[in-house]
């Protein structure tokens, strides 16, 4: 019989923030890894975005679930480009292979989200930059632990 996994709790204000990997974002956006769920192919992590800062294009290859804690979140390229705005306090949910070409903060920002499946960033023609599952993360994680 599988064994079951153990439960898990993180006191989020005792945990550093790491910087998020400049290849994946820019202006200055951290985060913290909160959990990773092999079984589920999950991750979960809270970002810290200050005002100018954004991701890199991408695709959600699994569905994801995010709350906007503090600030604004033009996702898609804002409600004016044909996405959404997300304002504090706000909920999204981001289907299985939604493209988010342009995800900015105008204001600084916080948001925890739960990723059900790897992360595509891609190139703007499409192509591969690198697949971010909940290993690659982790790795990712404990590395920018262990040189901190």
């Given at each position: 019989m599988?064994a079951?996994?153990?439960?898990e709790?993180?006191q989020?204000?005792?945990?550093d923030w790491?910087?998020?990997?400049a290849?994946f974002s820019?202006?200055g956006?951290r985060?913290?890894?909160?959990?990773?769920?092999?079984?589920?192919g999950a991750?979960?992590a809270?970002f810290?975005c200050?005002?100018?800062s954004?991701?890199?294009?991408h695709?959600?290859i699994?569905?994801g679930?995010y709350?906007?804690t503090?600030?604004?979140?033009?996702v898609?390229?804002g409600k004016?480009n044909?996405?959404?705005?997300?304002?504090?306090?706000?909920?999204?949910?981001?289907s299985?292979?939604?493209?988010?070409?342009?995800?900015a903060?105008?204001?600084d920002?916080?948001?925890?989200?739960?990723?059900t499946?790897?992360?595509q960033?891609?190139?703007?023609?499409?192509s591969?930059?690198a697949v971010?599952g909940?290993?690659?993360?982790?790795?990712?994680?404990?590395?920018?632990a262990?040189?901190a």
């Amino acid at each position: 019989m599988k064994a079951k996994l153990d439960e898990e709790y993180v006191q989020i204000d005792q945990v550093d923030w790491q910087p998020f990997p400049a290849a994946f974002s820019t202006g200055g956006i951290r985060w913290k890894l909160l959990h990773v769920s092999p079984e589920r192919g999950a991750w979960s992590a809270i970002f810290d975005c200050p005002a100018g800062s954004s991701f890199a294009s991408h695709i959600h290859i699994g569905p994801g679930e995010y709350l906007l804690t503090k600030g604004v979140m033009d996702v898609r390229g804002g409600k004016a480009n044909g996405g959404a705005t997300a304002v504090a306090p706000g909920y999204g949910y981001e289907s299985a292979n939604s493209r988010h070409d342009q995800t900015a903060f105008s204001v600084d920002s916080e948001f925890y989200m739960t990723f059900t499946g790897p992360l595509q960033f891609i190139k703007p023609d499409g192509s591969t930059v690198a697949v971010i599952g909940w290993q690659e993360a982790q790795g990712a994680w404990a590395a920018l632990a262990a040189a901190a």
